[in-house]
């Protein structure tokens, strides 16, 4: 019979304890930054979790964390969660890092789209636009026909 293991315990026992656990200090730190990464890379985390999670950890460790991501990750988070910055596509690798920081920490917030104003259309008007815009008659009785009377 399989028993579950808590991980939250172990890894607070191996934080409150780091002598006894010093020979595994290196794994210790690769194992939580791939955690780290693999939380922030999921679907389900929105900007607001992101934030959350930068801030339990503080701004060094996020930091480190941010700085020892891939390029192509840190780019695929910014264009998540900036995704209307006009820069995010273009912009080197360092200030990727630095945005996502910034977003993380709450110091920027997101680009909102911007909604482009329809364009007037400069093509001269036909004769036959002009035409139907002509006013109507400008008395009563233009335009009205008698009515006819049936021969019986």
Do not use: C, N
Not at 61 to 90: C, N, W
């Amino acid at each position: 019979m399989a028993l579950d293991l808590d991980g939250f315990v172990v890894w607070r026992t191996i934080g409150s304890q780091p002598d006894t656990f010093a020979h595994i200090k290196s794994d210790a730190a690769k194992s939580a930054r791939t955690l780290i990464v693999k939380l922030l890379k999921a679907k389900t985390t929105d900007l607001a979790k992101v934030r959350a999670v930068a801030k339990a950890l503080g701004r060094e460790i996020f930091g480190l964390i941010a700085d020892g991501m891939k390029d192509a990750e840190v780019k695929s988070l910014v264009a998540r969660f900036d995704r209307y910055h006009p820069e995010q596509k273009t912009a080197h690798t360092t200030w990727r890092r630095k945005h996502l920081t910034a977003l993380a920490f709450g110091e920027i917030e997101p680009t909102v789209k911007i909604k482009a104003k329809p364009v007037k259309s400069s093509r001269v008007k036909s004769k036959k636009t002009e035409e139907k815009k002509e006013p109507g008659p400008w008395y009563v009785s233009a335009g009205a026909v008698p009515k006819r009377r049936s021969k019986d």
